[in-house]
């Protein structure tokens, strides 16, 4: 079973936080095999096959159908997620980008970048070096130029990230998509301030801002994760979201980076369904109809 985060954790693409990368890649798969026209990623279905998990890797190519294990709200999520940070960075025009925690994203890969942008990926070892052998082998070659930052963003990222040639002089287009919810708060604040440490006037940010809990959320989150992990482990893959997540209160991004200066702006998942032609959230007892995806510029 996984096990709870703690300080100096590892893991791969298969296990522990690492896993959920290979499931966001999985519902991104779906994703597109379903409705490409908001959203579509092709090289979704053959990275979660590489990576070997057999459930993952079913799911991924349609074999097992998503049915319960996967529910529409997750695949409808998944074209809401991918296509509002497809258009964050191609709509911010910036010579670099850089993608945190970047796990299976593809970006470097699939997008129509301006001439000339740099984008960097930032992740633990295994991770860069496993995507893009993989791609490699796929036969796909960057739409960038792809720098691989192959560093653990509890360490020392932004002296590697500098290293690989990053300007911080030059105004950046930063992504944390689906990471904030796995930091401590207070590496969350860490690292909403490095990224404004590092930012020049004009940069961008994008990431996602979830309301702290009212009285009670937690433990039904709690318990949904709980129930949801329970049909995983019933399908043959072992997690534990639960463990996998950080709980308690914790300052809201959006308005700690306006704090920081960032002129931010957003859009709840509900309103972004309903914008989309998506079917309405029901039995939303996790309250992702209230996370906000956000982007902001900085003045």
């Not at 105004?171 to 689906?178: D, F, I, L, N, R």
């Not at 463990?243 to 914790?250: K, N, P, S, T």
């Not at 989309?276 to 007892?285: A, C, E, F, R, V």
């Given at each position: 079973m996984t096990s709870a985060r703690h300080d100096g954790d590892t893991w791969d693409l298969a296990s522990s936080v690492g896993a959920t990368a290979t499931m966001a890649a999985a519902a991104r798969a779906i994703a597109t095999r379903e409705d490409s026209s908001l959203f579509s990623d092709r090289f979704a279905e053959p990275l979660v096959q590489a990576v070997g998990v057999d459930l993952l890797a079913k799911l991924a190519t349609g074999e097992t159908a998503s049915g319960a294990l996967v529910g529409q709200i997750w695949i409808d999520a998944a074209k809401i997620r991918?296509?509002?940070y497809d258009e964050f960075f191609l709509s911010a025009g910036l010579p670099q980008a850089v993608i945190l925690a970047s796990g299976l994203d593809s970006r470097a890969y699939r997008l129509p970048w301006p001439?000339?942008?740099?984008?960097?990926?930032?992740?633990?070892?295994?991770?860069?070096?496993?995507?893009?052998?993989?791609?490699?082998?796929?036969?796909?070659?960057?739409?960038?130029?792809?720098?691989?930052?192959?560093?653990?963003?509890?360490?020392d990222w932004p002296a590697a990230l500098r290293a690989a040639g990053f300007?911080?002089?030059?105004?950046?287009?930063?992504?944390?998509?689906?990471?904030?919810?796995?930091?401590?708060?207070e590496a969350q604040d860490r690292l909403l301030d490095t990224i404004t440490e590092l930012s020049a006037p004009g940069s961008r940010v994008?990431?996602?801002?979830?309301?702290?809990?009212?009285p009670g959320d937690e433990d039904k989150t709690k318990e949904r994760l709980d129930r949801i992990s329970e049909q995983w482990r019933g399908e043959g893959f072992d997690t534990d979201m639960t463990?996998?997540?950080?709980?308690?209160?914790?300052n809201e991004a959006e308005p700690y980076l306006a704090g920081l200066g960032w002129a931010m702006e957003g859009t709840t998942v509900r309103d972004l369904f309903a914008a989309?032609?998506?079917?309405?959230?029901?039995?939303?007892?996790l309250r992702m109809g209230d996370l906000r995806y956000i982007s902001g510029v900085l003045g």
């Open positions: 991918g296509k509002f001439a000339g942008t740099v984008v960097y990926e930032v992740d633990q070892p295994p991770v860069v070096e496993f995507k893009a052998a993989t791609l490699a082998e796929l036969g796909a070659e960057p739409t960038a130029d792809r720098r691989a930052v192959a560093i653990d963003l509890r360490d300007d911080p002089a030059r105004p950046t287009a930063w992504s944390a998509e689906g990471l904030l919810g796995y930091l401590p708060p994008a990431t996602e801002n979830r309301p702290n809990p009212r463990r996998l997540r950080y709980f308690g209160e914790r989309n032609g998506l079917p309405p959230l029901q039995d939303d007892d």
